[in-house]
């Protein structure tokens, strides 16, 4: 799922807003629960790549979660075409399934695999020979103080024919892997419905969804504000690469972002 510096300072702010309720002891916490949101983004951003060539989205998800701390997810995004080489997908699918653990002390480590579907891609003029689906093993470590939350998350997707830059086109189809390190700092102001974050990330290895580049950065700082179950939140996210679509646009220029969602 692509959790964002946003769904960050979301969740930090709500719980720094909401009242403390006594936890009745004659009610046990349910073993599985179930959660999700909807949102619209005015330009849907991974890691400082734009996926709709700076239009908006439409996004979704829903996970379940057993008390153990194993966990399944599904996110879904609207997203430009040319996010993959057949040009033919309009939507994005995330498949999640991992295990969270928070230890005493603030510090929560979760593990798992996030498998990307472009549904509707067919061969093109590449034949069988190119790839959309992927996956991508992940882990992070999270400390909070008070209310303040840091997290270093490691993304790492072996080689697949999905991130192979040339797709089939030279008919060598040269195998690629990618690594993303990324370091998250989200603060919920005191008895305020606010929000604050700050984003960096870096990108080791070329691949078709970031383009030729070996290597680049991404960052971004972010705002929220919460009230019940809606969320608004502001960002700006830049990148030191460039990426230029079909449009001639630059999907890796910094520009900000808006943002509502609703969670249930």
């Known amino acids: 799922m692509r959790y964002t510096m946003i769904s960050l300072a979301a969740l930090a702010a709500a719980v720094a807003a909401t009242p403390a309720m006594a936890q009745d002891q004659t009610d046990p916490a349910p073993a599985v629960t179930i959660s999700g949101s909807v949102a619209v983004v005015s330009d849907y951003k991974f890691r400082g790549i734009s996926q709709t060539d700076g239009n908006f989205a439409v996004q ?67 034949g069988d020979k190119s790839a959309s689906d992927f996956i991508e093993p992940y882990a992070s470590v999270s400390y909070a103080i008070g209310p303040v939350t840091g997290k270093v998350t490691g993304n790492y997707a072996p080689k697949q024919k999905a991130l192979a830059i040339d797709q089939g086109q030279t008919g060598l189809l040269k195998k690629e892997d990618n690594f993303y390190l990324a370091g998250d700092l989200s603060v919920a102001i005191p008895k305020t419905p606010i929000g604050l974050t700050a984003h960096l990330g870096h990108t080791w290895g070329p691949s078709w ?9 991404d960052w971004g ?6 009230y019940k179950s809606l969320t608004f939140g502001v960002n700006y996210v830049d990148t030191d690469t460039t990426f230029i679509t079909p449009s001639s646009k630059d999907a890796a220029k910094g520009g900000i972002l808006g943002s509502v969602s609703v969670a249930f």
């Not at 939507?91 to 579907?117: C, M, N, P, R, S």
């Not at 969804?209 to 950065?217: C, F, I, Q, R, V």
């Not at 700082?221 to 919460?226: D, S």
């Open 60 to 126: 979704g998800g829903i996970t379940i979660s057993h008390a153990s701390g194993f966990y399944v997810s599904a996110w879904g995004s609207s997203i430009d075409d040319y996010v993959t080489v057949h040009g033919t997908a309009h939507q994005e699918l995330d498949l999640i399934a991992g295990y969270k653990h928070a230890f005493d002390g603030g510090v929560t480590v979760d593990v798992g695999a996030l498998y990307y579907v472009y549904p509707g891609t067919r061969p093109g003029f590449t």
């Open 209 to 217: 969804l970031s383009g030729p580049t070996d290597e680049y950065t």
């Open 221 to 226: 700082v972010g705002a929220t504000f919460t």
